[in-house]
């Protein structure tokens, strides 16, 4: 009987506890309540209900109910832009003032007025420019001979690659829309460029450049915590020079050159007000002329031509961090 008691008394003591904290964490917050009307007073019900805490970005949600109203609970204190929007309704914004453990009202009707198209406060839905930085791996191809080639030192080749390796960059974004974001993006690859064959050797260091501008386009709206996207564009490839010694002794200097190059991938955003963090991959095919004249045709063993018109291969797998002003 004892130990019983001793377990009640426990309990009792745990509930007491935990709605002794839920009652000081609602006086520590306030709340938003009201309706959302259509003409002659008739209730929007599934109206959608926004609740954006100014000072932070923080945006609350709630649905009207049948009869029209709904409830923010738990609110930070401070100014709120409460917007009300439905397929038949809206949208429209009122400005409310939180205070802890109050609970402030905001009420929409026909004669509630719309948010302004390009909003003067401060805010995510008057964000139009995206600054981000990342890193990851790149997967790099080059391109094959037409025919093996039997180097000085006895072995035979036949490809020549960057090798894959480490890679960063950043992308500056400017919304045209909620959606739609042009975007230039830059990422430079540190690798070793490689002739294989019968055996792999390195030829030298080798620096890959990528200079895009592309159009992207994001999913979800300006508030939304989670946007995936996809893009794609043009732009230019640089390869770095390269200067070595041959299987035979003597010195070889490749000179560097770009070339015209797309870009294509997708990934997510995920975000924390203005603040968030994205990964994303890519791929970028960039043209290599199949003529002698070009330093993929001034090779580590003589000069070759390679088979056909061929594209060298970037695949980029890259995340970091993204900030939104």
Request: hydrophobic share 35%; charged share 15%; glycine share 12%.
């Amino acid at each position: 009987m004892n130990r019983l008691a001793g377990v009640k008394q426990g309990t009792l003591v745990v509930a007491v506890c935990v709605l002794v904290g839920a009652l000081a964490h609602a006086q520590a917050t306030g709340s938003v309540q009201g309706t959302v009307v259509a003409g002659n007073s008739i209730p929007v019900a599934a109206a959608k209900v926004r609740a954006r805490h100014v000072a932070t970005d923080t945006t609350f949600t709630a649905t009207t109910n049948d009869r029209g109203e709904y409830r923010l609970d738990l609110l930070p204190p401070g100014t709120y832009q409460v917007t009300a929007q439905a397929p038949t309704f809206g949208p429209a914004l009122v400005t409310v003032n939180v205070a802890l453990g109050a609970t402030a009202t905001a009420n929409f009707d026909p004669s509630t007025p719309s948010p302004p198209n390009r909003p003067v406060a401060s805010g995510l839905k008057a964000i139009r420019f995206e600054g981000s930085g990342r890193v990851g791996w790149t997967f790099a191809d080059g391109v094959s001979a037409s025919n093996s080639v039997t180097a000085s030192d006895g072995n035979i080749y036949n490809r020549v690659d960057p090798a894959d390796s480490m890679s960063w960059g950043f992308t500056l974004g400017m919304f045209l829309t909620r959606n739609f974001e042009l975007e230039f993006i830059f990422d430079r690859q540190q690798t070793t460029l490689e002739a294989s064959g019968t055996q792999t050797v390195e030829v030298d260091s080798l620096n890959i450049g990528n200079y895009h501008g592309t159009l992207a386009y994001n999913f979800g709206t300006g508030d939304s915590s989670v946007r995936p996207y996809f893009f794609g564009g043009l732009g230019a490839t640089s390869y770095s020079s390269l200067s070595f010694v041959g299987a035979d002794g003597k010195a070889r200097d490749i000179p560097g050159q770009s070339r015209l190059s797309t870009t294509f991938g997708g990934g997510v955003k995920v975000y924390k007000g203005r603040v968030g963090v994205r990964g994303d991959v890519r791929m970028t095919p960039t043209y290599i002329k199949s003529d002698a004249s070009g330093w993929w045709c001034d090779p580590y063993w003589g000069c070759y031509v390679t088979s056909k018109s061929q594209y060298a291969w970037q695949i980029q797998m890259t995340g970091g961090v993204t900030v939104r002003f």
